[in-house]
């Protein structure tokens, strides 16, 4: 059963089976000055509290896909706030990286 994690009345991510999934525009969730990943630090407890196994972060524009180890995650982060609550941050170099190709969007489609 899916939980859902909301900011407020917006869903910023879901809990399916153990994995936590974030879809996002990189542009505008990537910290680029950082070349990492956040989290908010209390969706960070949360996750923790529901037994997260591992975390993936799709980019809704181009299909990239970040993958790590909820385990890995909260070993390697490292405090952040920007003006928007405390988060943890993870480097990229942290994280598997995958690209969606166009047909994996169509795995288990069935042609008629």
């Known amino acids: 059963m899916k939980k859902q994690y909301k900011v407020g009345k917006r869903v910023v991510g879901t809990l399916d089976d153990g994995v936590f999934e974030k879809s996002v525009d990189f542009q505008k969730h990537h910290l680029h000055k950082y070349h ?3 989290i ?4 960070l407890a949360d996750l923790t509290k529901d037994n997260c196994k591992k975390i993936v972060i799709k980019d809704r524009t181009s299909g990239r896909i ?3 180890l909820f385990a890995d995650f909260v070993a390697k982060g490292f405090k ?3 003006g928007f609550g405390e988060q943890i ?3 990229d170099i942290n994280f598997t990286e995958k690209i969606l190709k166009q047909m994996d969007f169509f795995e288990g489609a069935k042609c008629l």
């Open 89 to 91: 941050a993870v480097a």
């Open 40 to 43: 908010d630090k209390y969706l």
């Open 80 to 82: 952040i706030n920007h």
């Open 36 to 38: 990492a990943w956040a």
């Open 66 to 68: 970040w993958e790590i």
